[in-house]
């Protein structure tokens, strides 16, 4: 091993005294924070709030479907009582 790195582990790497109040820290540490907890209840109330929400939203307006509109590439006549409106568009 060269001198210089030797000299330099030496200074480096010699022994240090640690704080006095980093033992007071080991030998007392600080109280842990609790965590903050979302409670099932506060869930739930989103949940049935978002979901009323949405069904509000979709009863607001209903869609509207003509009887009586022409698929150009299908050539049917498109009416709310079959499945060519949701198969054919």
Known sequence: ????????????LAPVEAP????????RPRPAIPARRVSAFL???????????AVWLSARQ?????????????RVQLTGHNCVLCHTL
């Open 20 to 27: 006095d109040t980093l033992r007071q820290r080991i030998l």
């Open 62 to 74: 209903p869609a509207r479907v003509t009887p009586a509109r022409w698929n150009a590439g299908v």
């Open 1 to 12: 091993m060269p001198e210089w790195l030797e000299r330099e582990l030496t200074v480096s």
């Open 43 to 53: 869930i739930a109330a989103a949940m049935v709030v978002l979901s009323a929400g």
